[in-house]
Antibody, heavy 121, light 108 residues
Framework: QVQLQESGSGLVKPSQTLSLTCAVSGDSINSGVYSWNWIRQTPGEGLEWIGYIFHSGTTLYNPSLKSRVTILLDRSKNHFSLNLSSVTAADTAVYYC?????????????WGQGTVVTVSS | SYVLTQPPSVSVAPGQTARVTCGGSNIGTTNVHWYHQKPGQAPVLVVYDDSARPSGIPERFSGSSSGNTATLSISGVEADDEADYYCQVWDGNSDHPVFGGGTKLTVL
């Protein structure tokens, strides 16, 4: 059974970088058929896709966040990570990692439980 | 960016059929996916590619899409179906997934 688990800092100061990790268990992140995604949710904006990475290292980011986002893969640890720079209060959200596939790279069939990130001084 | 419009809320009596709509320009020409989300939990995929069900999702959940509207139908609604429901598509113009604003389904 594939499971995803987010971890990282729950409190980030404005202008700093938000860093989260998603540990994948029950499957290899090296699988070529899946996309590994970050999605966030706020009460005001709802669900917002941040970006994804494939096993090859190929990434795709939401154009609205592209200048601040980096998603990386760590094959040795079977996890992927999110860095979001220059954060503001608007980046306060629940952050989810999710698997895309096998129904399609943009169909999120497995999600982590989510982690709350607050941007505040 | 492509905009998906959902009604904020839908109410239905137990045993009846609930229909949650998702409006978007020519949405019938793209694949629509649906998720439900209960408070404090992550979203769960219930329908993909307009009308297909992932394994483990009851046949009570079905979907359709045509023109400018996609619809998620839940027949024989149960109290446990009470949740927020989100539609999602791939925006081919800006090349990324987008979600609707969500609909809160209340079982009376």
């Amino acid at each position: 059974q594939v499971q995803l688990q987010e971890s990282g800092s729950g409190l980030v100061k404005p202008s700093q970088t938000l860093s989260l990790t998603c540990a994948v268990s029950g499957d290899s992140i090296n699988s070529g058929v899946y996309s590994w995604n970050w999605i966030r949710q706020t009460p005001g904006e709802g669900l917002e896709w941040i970006g994804y990475i494939f096993h090859s290292g190929t990434t795709l980011y939401n154009p609205s966040l592209k200048s601040r986002v980096t998603i990386l893969l760590d094959r040795s640890k079977n996890h992927f990570s999110l860095n979001l720079s220059s954060v503001t209060a608007a980046d306060t959200a629940v952050y989810y990692c999710a698997r895309g596939g096998p129904y399609g790279n943009d169909v999120f069939d497995i999600w982590g439980q989510g982690t709350v990130v607050t941007v505040s001084s | 960016s492509y905009v998906l419009t959902q009604p904020p809320s839908v109410s239905v009596a137990p045993g009846q059929t609930a229909r949650v709509t998702c409006g978007g320009s020519n949405i019938g020409t793209t694949n629509v996916h649906w998720y439900h989300q209960k408070p404090g939990q992550a979203p769960v995929l219930v329908v993909y590619d307009d009308s297909a069900r992932p394994s483990g999702i009851p046949e009570r959940f079905s979907g359709s899409s045509s023109g400018n509207t996609a619809t998620l139908s839940i027949s024989g609604v149960e109290a446990d179906d009470e949740a927020d429901y989100y539609c999602q598509v791939w925006d081919g113009n800006s090349d990324h997934p987008v979600f609707g604003g969500g609909t809160k389904l209340t079982v009376l």
